[in-house]
């Protein structure tokens, strides 16, 4: 039995005159019968009729995209990387285990000496946050663990410039006791002096920790 959801893809085809000759008629015989499915495809021919009156030139400027997107773009992408790295290197370490103890000791060692990096500490008013920065080719890697946020708050992380400007690190929702998570910002280390918490873009830090050198 044919539902609603098998002619979806087909109401845009026929709002734009894409839709072969064949399934037009079949795609008519239904909406024919079907109320909700001729109301969409009354508004999709409003908005297809409408595409033809467009015209680029009178807009006064093309749209920008947002300062903040670039920087969210690439902290996306190192949280990647960073996951892939920490996945391939949990692999070696358990493969080699399984070859010799000289090898385990080995590998502990690599995994043990990591980056160097940057530490960051805060507590005030039951709120605990601790943070390890490990410079990366595309920024800086961040280990952070956090406890005592308003349960269910959801705060953005964010490293800060020496001329106060706010690199995103990413966001989290606080949940429980506590919690562990690897995030990333497109800014070198060296370049941050401080981490913070907010709730909304640019607005008052829930906590500000200075970075450590």
């Not at 409408?50 to 992408?77: K, Q, T």
């Amino acid at each position: 039995m044919t539902s609603c959801r098998d002619y979806h893809s087909l109401l845009g085809m026929h709002a734009l005159g894409r839709l072969p000759e064949a399934e037009t008629a079949t795609l008519l015989a239904h909406t024919d019968g079907c109320p909700a499915c001729r109301a969409e495809l009354e508004s999709l021919d409003q908005v297809a009729g409408a595409l033809g009156h467009a015209n680029p030139d009178r807009v006064a400027s093309p749209p920008v995209p947002p300062p903040w997107l670039r920087d969210s773009v690439v902290s996306a992408v190192g949280v990647r990387h960073l996951r892939q790295r920490r996945r391939r290197r949990l692999l070696a370490w358990t493969g080699g285990l399984a070859t010799a103890a000289a090898s385990a000791a080995i590998v502990m060692t690599v995994l043990l000496s990591g980056a160097e990096g940057h530490m960051v500490t805060y507590g005030a008013q039951g709120m605990q946050i601790s943070a390890e920065l490990d410079a990366r080719q595309w920024g800086t890697a961040v280990n952070l663990k956090v406890s005592g946020l308003d349960n269910g708050q959801r705060y953005l992380v964010w490293l800060e410039r020496g001329d106060g400007s706010r690199v995103p690190a990413g966001s989290f929702t606080a949940r429980g006791m506590g919690l562990t998570m690897e995030l990333s910002a497109a800014v070198q280390g060296d370049d941050a002096v401080a981490l913070g918490l907010s709730t909304v873009p640019g607005g008052p830090a829930v906590l500000r920790a200075p970075i450590s050198r």
